[in-house]
């Protein structure tokens, strides 16, 4: 027995080493030095980007000697080894195929010299703000191992992020943006500030900031892999990017597509794992709970000081098989079918319930929904009243995404007000949002505890003649100061037809309510925004903007009124030629239009939406001095000579978005800096939602205007051939 256990390790040791043999037959130091290139597709791309003391876009990298089996590793402050090896022999993921394709192709990827010899090349041409890099690794003349990647300027297309990314039709841009970032190019909250989603809370804000070096395929020679090619390809990428960028994150999808397997499900999750575990050995780490890594340039990043084995898998957790029982099957048949009301749902389900084991009422869906997740989603307030009050406890219950209830609800609001799905695009149509409906705003409040008097009868969508437009400014401000007698009163002014509360307990209670559905149905984050939609933050900058152009407007009543007029065109954009022609020769008339600003700031420091009731009640107000006295005058003076508050203001609003951090050039963020201490919102930067709720045009980042009546922008080619179309 024992001689025979000999022979079969002798026979085995053998065809080892004769694979082992012929396996050396190919190896590179056999055949070559490895040389890596570093190559761009667009050297006038790189000439504008680039630092001007970057170094030429084609790097060589030569290694004379690639031996087999040998390997180098460091250790940083954590005690991370990170793998430096050109060959390995501990099965260490260093080369596996991470992208589409299972091995390269033979071709060679061209060097760029002078000009743009590859510009055939690029197919990304068009775009200036992305720049395709290939890395290439030969060994002698054979092309062993390619890296596609791209750098993305957000800087360049930050003011239309999410629109941007998805137009050079790239798969991998596309999810990067969409899973990860906002409309401006912003990580998304949740992936710093919520409580799961956070994950290993390496990563915060900084990921706002920067250049996106998005890493794609990889792909190695079968015959050349376990050789450390991959290492070197993405340390000479990322080299090569610290030339070219003063500040960059790098982002990977780990993920494994190879044509030698047919992959299951549990092959494709241990190949993943292996793609994590190579980015991983270099310095990524995981985004929050998302499927992506990113990498920081800073030694000083905490990311850096993460140990590799303390970063999260989340390959398999989004869903469950579950068991879900028929009864739970019944009641989600019941939320999802739209032709019942919510008082039948409620009717049902109580039937159900009643008849069922407290066990089975638990289960959840694939996704690890309970039935109050269900309910919250499908906007049925009373099922979410009465789910809530039998069984508490799943309030705090979480689906495999991470979210209770309430902010699976949050969620799924903000992403509908954020973007819509097309069949062949993901639109963005925050600008056009004018508040959530009624049913989910009363689930929103159910949620936490309020019991909604909620009619589904009722559930249109309010319209921008309803919305805060046509609100009396000082209804918020008179709350702490009303009477019993005013209570009536002030609620149909402030839910706008919305009857979500029960009036029962006692004054400030009622109002706190009635207060935090305006709050929610407007998408505000920070509890301080004016009548549910302006915040702190867009009050000032709106403020700043109204007073520089007041002074500016009034400073230049020193020129010639032909002169004014040819100066201030850019603030003209909606004034009409024939009132051009009247401010040219009427100095009152100029300062009339100059007085709006200040009556529009004049408005948000007495914490009133500056839409036209407001700017034009200020302006009939009894005046208190002299200076107002004649601002009101000059006003009156403008506006009934054809004049229009909505031209002066549409352009307080284009012009403090020009100026903002995100959606403009950062020059407001530079100017001022006390407003680092008002509390943050998500309405801190929707331009186009605000002005649009104030009563005037949707302003866009690209400064035109999509959503409400027509406004003409005079000079506007586009405008001006719209309009002879019509006539």
């Given amino acids: 027995m024992e001689s025979t256990k000999r022979q079969r390790n002798a026979s085995w040791s053998q065809s080892g080493a004769g694979a082992s043999k012929r396996r050396k037959t190919s190896t590179p130091h056999q055949q070559g030095g490895l040389r890596i290139t570093v190559a761009l597709r667009s050297n006038s791309k790189a000439a504008q980007h680039d630092p001007e003391h970057s170094t030429p876009f084609v790097q060589d990298l030569e290694i004379a000697d690639v031996s087999d089996g040998s390997q180098e590793t460091s250790s940083n402050e954590s005690g991370d080894e990170r793998q430096r090896s050109l060959g390995s022999m501990n099965g260490d993921p260093d080369d596996v195929s991470l992208g589409f394709n299972s091995s390269p192709d033979t071709g060679s990827v061209g060097s760029e010299t002078d000009g743009d010899i590859n510009s055939q090349n690029d197919e990304f041409a068009e775009w200036r703000w992305l720049e395709q890099i290939d890395v290439c690794a030969h060994v002698g003349k054979k092309k062993v191992a390619h890296c596609d990647a791209k750098l993305i300027r957000r800087d360049w297309m930050r003011y239309d992020f999410l629109?941007?990314?998805?137009?050079?039709?790239?798969?991998?841009?596309?999810?990067?943006?969409?899973?990860?970032?906002?409309?401006?190019?912003?990580?998304?909250?949740?992936?710093?500030?919520?409580?799961?989603?956070?994950?290993?809370?390496?990563?915060?804000?900084?990921?706002?900031?920067?250049?996106?070096?998005?890493?794609?395929?990889?792909?190695?020679?079968?015959?050349?892999?376990?050789?450390?090619?991959?290492?070197?390809?993405?340390?000479?990428?990322?080299?090569?990017?610290?030339?070219?960028?003063?500040?960059?994150?790098?982002?990977?999808?780990?993920?494994?597509?190879?044509?030698?397997?047919?992959?299951?499900?549990?092959?494709?999750?241990?190949?993943?794992?292996?793609?994590?575990?190579?980015?991983?050995?270099?310095?990524?780490?995981?985004?929050?709970?998302?499927?992506?890594?990113?990498?920081?340039?800073?030694?000083?990043?905490?990311?850096?000081?993460?140990?590799r084995m303390s970063d999260i898998a989340i390959f398999g957790y989004s869903t469950h098989p579950g068991v879900v029982s028929h009864e739970i099957h019944a009641i989600m048949g019941i939320l999802l079918d739209a032709t019942k009301t919510d008082s039948q749902c409620v009717r049902q389900i109580k039937q159900i319930i009643r008849r069922m084991d407290r066990r089975v009422v638990s289960s959840t869906d694939s996704k690890g929904n309970s039935i109050l997740h269900i309910a919250a989603l499908s906007r049925r307030p009373k099922v979410v009243a009465y789910i809530r009050s039998q069984f508490d406890y799943m309030t705090t219950a979480r689906n495999m995404e991470g979210y209770t209830p309430v902010q699976a609800l949050h969620s799924a609001l903000d992403t509908r007000r954020t973007i819509r799905a097309l069949p062949t695009v993901t639109k963005v149509v925050s600008d056009s949002f004018q508040g959530f409906k009624q049913s989910e705003v009363a689930c929103l409040l159910a949620l936490t505890g309020f019991n909604p008097d909620y009619d589904s009868t009722s559930d249109a969508a309010p319209s921008m003649d309803s919305g805060a437009s046509s609100i009396e400014s000082n209804t918020l401000s008179d709350v702490s100061t009303a009477s019993d007698e005013d209570e009536d009163e002030l609620f149909d002014k402030l839910s706008f037809g919305l009857k979500?509360?029960?009036?029962?307990n006692k004054r400030h209670d009622k109002f706190s309510r009635v207060l935090k559905g305006l709050q929610w149905r407007y998408g505000c984050t920070c509890g301080e925004c004016i009548e549910g939609f302006l915040s702190p933050r867009m009050k000032f900058a709106l403020g700043c903007q109204a007073e520089l152009k007041h002074a500016l407007l009034l400073k230049s009543n020193d020129l010639s009124g032909r002169e004014w007029v040819r100066l201030r065109d850019d603030h003209l954009r909606y004034v009409s030629p024939?009132?051009?022609?009247?401010?040219?020769?009427?100095?009152?008339?100029?300062?009339?239009?100059?007085?709006?600003?200040?009556?529009?700031?004049?408005?948000?420091?007495?914490?009133?939406?500056?839409?036209?009731?407001?700017?034009?009640?200020?302006?009939?107000?009894?005046?208190?001095?002299?200076?107002?006295?004649?601002?009101?005058?000059?006003?009156?003076?403008?506006?009934?000579?054809?004049?229009?508050?909505?031209?002066?203001?549409?352009?307080?609003?284009?012009?403090?978005?020009?100026?903002?951090?995100?959606?403009?050039?950062?020059?407001?963020?530079?100017?001022?800096?006390?407003?680092?201490?008002?509390?943050?919102?998500?309405?801190?930067?929707?331009?186009?939602?605000?002005?649009?709720?104030?009563?005037?045009?949707?302003?866009?980042?690209?400064?035109?205007?999509?959503?409400?009546?027509?406004?003409?922008?005079?000079?506007?080619?586009?405008?001006?051939?719209?309009?002879?179309?019509?006539e």
Avoid at 679 to 689: A, L, T, Y
Wanted: proline share 3%.
């Fill in 163 to 307: 629109t941007e990314i998805q137009e050079p039709n790239n798969k991998e841009a596309t999810k990067l943006g969409l899973d990860l970032f906002d409309r401006y190019g912003c990580l998304r909250r949740e992936f710093y500030e919520h409580e799961v989603k956070l994950g290993t809370g390496a990563w915060n804000n900084e990921l706002d900031q920067g250049d996106i070096l998005l890493i794609g395929d990889i792909t190695v020679d079968f015959l050349y892999r376990r050789n450390g090619f991959a290492t070197k390809i993405i340390e000479a990428l990322l080299d090569k990017t610290r030339r070219k960028s003063e500040h960059f994150f790098a982002f990977a999808r780990p993920r494994f597509v190879s044509k030698l397997y047919h992959t299951g499900e549990e092959r494709e999750r241990i190949e993943t794992t292996i793609g994590e575990q190579f980015f991983r050995s270099l310095g990524f780490r995981r985004v929050g709970t998302s499927r992506w890594l990113a990498f920081a340039d800073s030694g000083d990043h905490p990311s850096r000081f993460l140990h």
């Fill in 578 to 726: 024939d009132l051009r022609d009247q401010l040219a020769v009427n100095a009152r008339m100029r300062d009339g239009f100059a007085n709006i600003c200040e009556l529009f700031a004049l408005c948000l420091r007495n914490e009133k939406v500056p839409n036209e009731t407001n700017i034009c009640n200020a302006s009939r107000e009894t005046p208190r001095d002299l200076e107002l006295f004649s601002i009101t005058q000059s006003t009156w003076e403008y506006l009934t000579n054809g004049g229009t508050v909505s031209a002066v203001a549409t352009m307080v609003f284009e012009k403090a978005m020009s100026e903002d951090q995100w959606a403009g050039d950062g020059t407001h963020e530079e100017d001022f800096k006390p407003h680092e201490a008002l509390p943050v919102c998500r309405n801190d930067h929707e331009f186009g939602f605000v002005s649009g709720m104030c009563g005037y045009k949707r302003v866009t980042p690209s400064f035109s205007i999509k959503m409400g009546p027509k406004m003409k922008v005079y000079g506007c080619k586009a405008c001006e051939n719209e309009s002879s179309g019509s």
């Fill in 500 to 504: 979500l509360l029960q009036w029962k």
